[in-house]
């Protein structure tokens, strides 16, 4: 295996062709929900509330990609395959994407710019609250994305996306405060797997 | 973006009046008259299976002005919790429920307790279709087509004593044809209630059908409660035991979230859910959200019912 430490960040050559030759397959894998969603929503094969699928299922997937961006970390470091770290931004923009067309569901399909209703929500729905609060934590991060962002601030780059830590929790407590009933199955998972990923931090800091 | 919802409901799933007419009229010429729900024992898997209702009259009291939601609508999109939570999953799930042979057992504050066959509550009460809205607590609502009969025809043959005051209601628990049985989303069986007045209103129904037919188990087979000016989850689903109290029961929402679920849960635009706005809903087919109304639309026949009663308070 080759010793990937002394690469400053430059992976050798055949881990960085497998990244550009596998890019088109990550555009592929992270649109392909919403091919799907946009499929049924035209062919058929969404529920008669069609629009609560679309919330729900980009909703989703935003939360899922933001766990797969906050995985590659703790990848990298159990496997020392310091090539996955330039997966990172497309899969953080991917959730941001979808964060962004879960807000935009929100906004245009279900409220239809109904301002005064959505500001109501905002402020007396406690999920809604933190739902927003997830995306202003993850709305610089998308800005700050840029190569020419990340020279700029330099150090504070990391700093400030640790915020990605943060959205992730909102996003786990936004769905948590919308479930019926007693079935937390789904945000005690998304939060299981949110606390391995810290966790696996953690270790790695406190060293 | 496309949206299956801005468009109208598709022609395809709605039944033409006069189809939905004639076949009615045509199998109560042929004479499948009384008890016809035998011929459901066979064929209990899908909506499309479903054995015609005969002799289902029209009723005055039915909803008019509204346009009604399509078979499909109605039969794919449901809450039945004991099939799983997703609103697909009633469908999905319920192909190995087996409404019949069905019996209900009723007890409690009644001169005649027992256990009576759904096939002689057939034959005792005459089938009437009742077009309702249905208001569910997630701000979403439909127009249903019902077949049944009214409640209050049922209790006053059971004869409740002077003693009753509310009416509990118990749905069957099969864990081996109920697969959503397994997680524990609420406590099993499930448990509605009502005041008395309220289950003796004439519009509270027991629904045995929609559209002129048997209903389909997602919705409830083979017998449920309709409850048109409370939020859905009051109208219990396949039932098998009412109960005449003397106390207020104790009803499955209530006892998971009693902040958010009320005995009452009676439709109010002006009491919000904790978690969200209870003004507007969204018409299942319709891309714009509706105020919702009082009572569910219902406010000139139920607000009798709770004159001086604090609805902030009792909700």
């Known amino acids: 295996m080759p010793d990937l430490s002394k690469a400053e960040g430059r992976p050798p050559k055949a881990v960085r062709v497998s990244f550009r030759s596998a890019k088109p397959l990550v555009w592929i894998l992270c649109l392909a929900p919403l091919a799907w969603l946009v499929y049924r929503a035209v062919f058929g094969g969404l529920s008669p509330n069609p629009i609560d699928d679309i919330t729900d299922e980009t909703g989703q997937w935003a939360l899922r990609l933001l766990l797969v961006s906050l995985a590659v970390t703790p990848v990298r470091r159990l496997t020392g395959w310091n090539g996955i770290i330039q997966w990172r931004r497309l899969l953080g923009l991917f959730a941001f994407f979808y964060v962004c067309l879960h807000l935009a569901t929100y906004v245009v399909l279900d409220q239809f710019f109904d301002l005064a209703s959505i500001l109501a929500d905002v402020a007396k729905r406690r999920y809604i609250t933190v739902g927003v609060a997830g995306f202003l934590c993850l709305l610089p991060l998308a800005v700050t994305s840029t190569t020419g962002w990340i020279r700029r601030l330099g150090r504070k780059w990391q700093t400030l996306h640790r915020l990605a830590y943060v959205a992730a929790v909102c996003g786990v407590v936004h769905l948590l405060w919308i479930v019926k009933g007693d079935d937390l199955r789904e945000p005690f998972t998304y939060g299981a797997i949110l606390a391995v990923l810290m966790a696996v931090r953690v270790v790695y800091w406190t060293r | 973006m496309l949206i299956r919802t801005s468009s109208p409901i598709p022609t395809r799933d709605i039944t033409d009046e006069r189809l939905y007419l004639d076949r009615r009229r045509f199998l109560a010429s042929v004479g499948l008259a009384t008890g016809g729900l035998a011929g459901a024992l066979l064929t209990p898997e899908s909506a499309s299976a479903q054995t015609p209702l005969a002799n289902v009259k029209k009723s005055p009291l039915s909803t008019t002005g509204e346009t009604l939601n399509s078979l499909d609508d109605i039969t794919s999109y449901n809450n039945f919790y004991e099939f799983g939570t997703d609103k697909s999953d009633p469908k999905a799930n319920s192909g190995r429920f087996k409404p019949l042979p069905w019996t209900v057992k009723i007890d409690g504050e009644v001169g005649k307790p027992g256990d009576y066959a759904l096939d002689d509550l057939l034959k005792w009460f005459p089938l009437e279709e009742r077009v309702y809205r249905l208001r569910c607590v997630e701000a979403w609502s439909m127009v249903i087509p019902w077949n049944g009969f009214p409640l209050a025809d049922l209790l006053k043959r059971v004869e409740p004593t002077a003693k009753a005051r509310f009416v509990e209601f118990t ?124 009572f569910n639309g219902y406010a000139d026949q139920v607000a009798g019912l709770y004159k001086g009663l604090d609805l902030k308070k009792n909700y």
């Open chain 2, 171 to 294: 749905t069957v628990q099969r864990p081996s044809e109920m697969p959503g049985l397994r997680s524990p989303v609420l406590q099993w069986p499930y448990k509605e209630g009502l005041r008395l007045d309220e289950a003796q209103h004439p519009l509270t129904l027991m629904a045995v059908g929609l559209y002129g037919k048997t209903l389909p188990n997602q919705n409830g087979a083979p017998l449920r409660l309709v409850v048109p000016w409370k939020y859905g989850f009051k109208s219990i689903k396949s039932i098998v035991r009412i109960r005449l109290t003397s106390g207020q029961p104790q009803t499955a929402w209530n006892v998971s979230a009693p902040n958010e679920y009320g005995f009452y849960s009676n439709v109010n635009p002006q009491v919000d859910h904790p978690r969200w706005s209870q003004a507007r809903e969204r018409r299942i087919g319709e891309f714009f959200r509706r105020e919702t109304l009082m």
